[in-house]
């Protein structure tokens, strides 16, 4: 089970990125593949086999909510990161790119006012 989706993580397959940015994991797809592997038929199945709590992981799904560190490291585990140094590296790759994504929103909205602030005067 977990070798499968190990492998698609690995290869990739649920990272999304574009030339900006740094890749950033899918975690719902990933979460999904888990339900799928192993045939859970209800989200809070998949929310009591991964530790966490089913309004949590609705939250998540309507995208009202991120995933919290401690539940990332959750799936991780489940598909088979059992080193933590695997883990951490994974979740901080993803924190620097959110914190790069969230700089770079901040700096185009201060030059989107300099902008209308130019127009004006």
Same mark, same amino acid.
């Given at each position: 089970? $977990?070798?499968? =989706?190990?492998?698609?993580?690995?290869? *990739?397959?649920? =990272?999304?990125?574009?030339?900006?940015?740094?890749? =950033?994991?899918?975690?719902?797809?990933?979460?999904?593949? %888990?339900?799928? &592997?192993?045939? !859970?038929? &209800?989200?809070?199945?998949?929310?009591?086999?991964?530790? %966490?709590?089913?309004?949590?992981?609705s939250e998540c799904r309507s995208g009202r909510l $991120?995933?919290?560190?401690? @539940? +990332?490291?959750?799936?991780?585990?489940?598909?088979? !990161?059992?080193?933590?140094?695997?883990?951490?590296?994974?979740?901080?790759? &993803?924190?620097?790119?959110?914190? +790069?994504?969230?700089?770079?929103?901040?700096?185009? +909205? *201060?030059?989107?006012?300099?902008? @209308?602030? +130019?127009?004006?005067?």
């Amino acid at each position: 089970m $977990n070798s499968q =989706i190990r492998s698609m993580l690995d290869a *990739k397959s649920f =990272i999304k990125a574009d030339e900006k940015t740094v890749p =950033i994991i899918e975690w719902i797809p990933v979460i999904d593949s %888990i339900k799928v &592997e192993l045939e !859970f038929a &209800e989200d809070r199945q998949l929310a009591d086999f991964l530790g %966490i709590a089913p309004s949590t992981l609705s939250e998540c799904r309507s995208g009202r909510l $991120n995933l919290s560190p401690l @539940a +990332k490291l959750q799936v991780l585990i489940q598909l088979g !990161f059992c080193k933590t140094e695997d883990a951490r590296r994974i979740l901080l790759q &993803e924190e620097v790119a959110e914190k +790069k994504r969230r700089a770079k929103e901040r700096q185009d +909205k *201060k030059l989107e006012m300099l902008k @209308a602030k +130019k127009q004006i005067s």
